[in-house]
């Protein structure tokens, strides 16, 4: 396994572990970072330009767990929408 993979597998077990205030800031953080490296990249200071990729699949990984803790601290309506 590569080390940027198990950087991946501990951010996400970090993700899981907070709650949904927290990762609805870690999103807007993260989102932040993101338009940074846009302008880095649009003005040509962005040297390492793989983290416009990282970041861009950090949010979509926030955003996944984010949802899901969501979904599960919502009551399950079986049969209201019949």
Known sequence: MSATARRNIVN???????????LETEVKSLQK??????????????????TLRSTRRDIA?????????????QPAKEGAAK
Do not use: C, P
């Open 12 to 22: 996400t077990k970090e993700l899981r572990q907070k709650d949904v205030a927290a």
């Open 33 to 50: 970072a993101h338009f940074g490296l846009r302008m880095q990249k649009a003005t040509q200071q962005l040297t390492n330009t793989a």
């Open 61 to 73: 990984r926030a955003k996944t767990i984010l949802v899901e803790k969501k979904h599960a601290a």
